[in-house]
């Protein structure tokens, strides 16, 4: 039995576009609240395009026996499809936590650190295993850039054995995640060296757009400054890591004023897909990093 979550606002799914559904928790989600948000976890089979040498074992098989290891599943994330009769069987993310030094990080740590599990029964996606933090203040759930080596396991064979497998090699890397971060926590960025950090963010955010207009592209519909604002006090601060955070949220989230090529008011927008929420994430930890090398 689980406990009922404390914090499942609304909200939260504007991390995504509309139509990818999100749950987040303070408490491990049960199986009903999972199947309410992310149904194609529980599919009962693989897609019709796949062949028989595709190994169909449900996620929701894989993650009941990652929860007798002890890790709980905290998120849920579920694509969209285009595709007439695809939803069921689309890509999904789960995002957990070990109950090794769980109860600590809650306490007394503003991370935990995270282990995500990509899947899809459409052939969209093998099963990945990546390392991943929450920051507790903003329910805001990073991608590690590559610290930790990501694991794809393809749809054949012991699919669950090496899933477990692989989750625990992830865990047991988290200890030099930390170092890195603390790293990021204990280095100061100077104004110029900020906005050259959050510069190089919009340009992996809105691509092209980021050029500076004589470019022969249009500029970025905000500026880097507008990715440095502190959405709350607890952002505040001239660390690295401080400035990666707030690069981070406002990149991902959006909901920031700005203009489009053609001068129209807009408000950015979320990060649209599972894919391009962990792409992004992921791309955003590595600028980080090389400042961080750079700085020391």
């Not at 899933?163 to 625990?168: E, L, M, N, R």
């Not at 603390?182 to 510069?199: D, R, Y």
Request: glycine share 8%.
């Amino acid at each position: 039995m689980y406990a009922t979550p404390t914090h499942t606002t609304p909200n939260l799914a504007t991390r995504f576009a509309p139509s990818t559904r999100v749950l987040r928790s303070d408490q491990p989600l049960s199986e009903d609240q999972m199947r309410h948000a992310a149904p194609s976890i529980f599919a009962e089979g693989k897609h019709a395009s796949r062949s028989e040498r595709y190994t169909y074992i449900p996620t929701i098989n894989v993650l009941r026996g990652l929860r007798r290891e002890g890790f709980e599943p905290f998120m849920v994330a579920q694509g969209a499809s285009r595709v007439e009769g695809k939803a069921a069987f689309t890509k999904h993310m789960i995002r957990m936590r070990h109950h090794r030094g769980t109860s600590g990080q809650v306490q007394t740590r503003p991370e935990a650190n995270e282990i995500i599990l990509i899947n899809s029964h459409d052939g969209a996606s093998s099963y990945q295993m990546l390392a991943g933090k929450l920051r507790f203040v903003c329910h805001n759930g990073l991608v590690v850039g590559d610290v930790v080596e990501d694991l794809r396991i393809p749809h054949k064979g012991s699919v669950q054995h090496d899933v477990i497998d692989g989750a625990f090699r992830v865990l047991d890397e988290f200890q030099k995640v930390d170092e890195h971060t603390e790293a990021m926590k204990a280095l100061q960025l100077e104004p110029p060296e900020e906005i050259a950090f959050a510069t190089a963010a919009l340009a992996l955010r809105f691509g092209e757009r980021a050029v500076e207009e004589g470019g022969g592209h249009s500029a970025a519909p905000i500026t880097a400054e507008q990715l440095t604002q502190a959405r709350r006090p607890e952002d505040l601060g001239r660390s690295l890591w401080a400035s990666f955070m707030r690069v981070q949220e406002n990149s991902i989230r959006g909901g920031q004023p700005g203009r489009s090529a053609q001068g129209r008011r807009l408000q950015t927008r979320p990060v649209g897909s599972i894919d391009r929420n962990v792409s992004l994430n992921r791309a955003l930890w590595m600028l980080a990093e090389e400042m961080r090398r750079l700085k020391a």
